[in-house]
Structures are given as structure tokens and as C-alpha cells.
């Protein structure tokens, strides 16, 4: 009885044994293999449909975000254009009280040089009419202020025109 030729009851034995482990193995533990498996499978199956959610979830948020800041710059541009309307809304109105201010003053100054040339006419008519009585009378040798027409004579003078 060689290895080629085996021995019948040790070939019933060990078949019998074989079916019987292999029954206890099918019976108990490939179940529980088969549970693991399972587990794991649906690990893995719900771990990438749970991170596809979240996936879609970051793409939802991040629309939104983009969508908060497109809103946010064009509100941020309506209002630099609302201060750039108002600031120059304001800068016309201050130029305007400006110019109005500007023409007082030189409508003041304008009177205010008028008054001080009459003043300063008469007052230099006064001293002239003065020094052409006083010389007049150093010429004629005799004082002339007190004359009666004197002063007629002056005004006479300077109302006449000047030629050039």
C-alpha cells in the first residue's frame, strides 16, 4: 500500500473528518466570514455615498458662498457709486457756496474800493485846491484862501476833462 494505494478505511475516516470540519466551517464560521464581509462592504458602500453627500454639501455651500460674495461686491459697488454720486453731489454744492462767497467778497471789495476812491478823490482835491491856493498866493505875493471865488475856481478845474 503505497500513496497511490490507499488504505480504504483511512480514506472513509479522512473524508469523513474532511466533510465534517468543512460542515462545522460552513456552518459557523463562514456566516460570521460572510457578516464581516458584509459589514465591511457596506462600510465601504456607505463610507463613499457618505462622502459624495458631503462632497455635494461642500459644493452646495461653496455656491453659495460664491453667490454671498458676488451679492456682497455688488452691494460694495453700489455703495462706492452711491459715495461717488454723494461726494460729488457735495463737492458742487461746497464749490457752489464757494463761488457764492467768492462773489460777495469781491461785490463787498468792489463797493468798498469805489467808497475809499471818492474818499480819497476828495480828500485829495482838498489838499490840492490847498497847495495851488497857497502857491498862488507865494506867486502873487498877497494870500488868496480867504477870496470868495476861490474855491469855485478850483472846482471849476477838475471838473473840466483831461487831455492826453
Known amino acids: 500500500m503505497g500513496p497511490l494505494e490507499p488504505n480504504a478505511a483511512e480514506l472513509v475516516l479522512g473524508l469523513i473528518v474532511f466533510f465534517f470540519i468543512f460542515g462545522i466551517l460552513g456552518a459557523v464560521l463562514l456566516p460570521r466570514i460572510e457578516r464581516v464581509l458584509a459589514q465591511r462592504s457596506d462600510a465601504i458602500e456607505g463610507g463613499l455615498e457618505r462622502a459624495e453627500a458631503q462632497q455635494a454639501e461642500a459644493q452646495r455651500v461653496l455656491e453659495q458662498y460664491r453667490a454671498e460674495i458676488a451679492a456682497a461686491r455688488q452691494e460694495a459697488a453700489a455703495i462706492r457709486q452711491t459715495a461717488v454720486e454723494q461726494g460729488a453731489a457735495h463737492l458742487a454744492e ?42 498862488a498866493g507865494r506867486i502873487v505875493g498877497e494870500p488868496l484862501g480867504e477870496l470868495p471865488r476861490t474855491r469855485e475856481i478850483a472846482e471849476e478845474f477838475f471838473a473840466e476833462p483831461v487831455n492826453s
Open 94 to 135: 461746497v464749490r457752489a457756496q464757494g463761488q457764492a462767497q467768492r462773489d460777495e467778497l469781491v461785490a463787498q471789495a468792489q463797493v468798498q474800493l469805489a467808497a475809499d476812491k471818492v474818499i480819497a478823490e476828495a480828500a485829495l482835491r482838498e489838499d490840492v485846491v490847498r497847495v495851488a491856493v497857497e502857491l
